[in-house]
């Protein structure tokens, strides 16, 4: 079994910075690919960046230029910065890391931007 550990959520004001930590820890043969994901209320949750085993990153639209996804393999750890914060980036994020071939969640950890 894997478990995924979130944190670096809170309330910062528009144009400011936060960073999201999460940590893969329990049985864990292989790392396929690391991504974040968010969830803004009454909306569908969203990919915001994915990183894969060879390095390559993806981001949405929303987001490129502001955001950067990396990792730590030797921590099973993937972070997101977030730069140039907006109200709009207001949401619940999670983590999604595939392990193993299978796609573990992270609980989440919430994210509010006010204007």
């Known amino acids: 079994q894997v478990q995924l550990a979130e944190s670096g959520g809170g309330l910062v004001q528009a144009g400011g910075s936060l960073r999201l930590s999460c940590a893969a820890s329990g049985s864990i043969f292989s790392i396929n690919a690391m991504g974040w994901y968010r969830q803004a209320p009454g909306k569908q949750r969203e990919l915001v960046a994915s990183i894969i085993g060879c390095g390559s990153t993806n981001y949405a639209d929303s987001v490129k230029g502001r955001f950067t996804i990396s990792r730590d393999s030797a921590k099973n750890t993937v972070y997101l910065q977030m730069n140039s914060l907006k109200p709009e980036d207001t949401a619940v994020y999670y983590c999604?890391?595939?392990?193993?071939?299978?796609?573990?969640w992270g609980q989440g950890t919430q994210v509010t931007v006010s204007s």
């Open positions: 999604n890391i595939v392990a193993n071939f299978q796609a573990y």
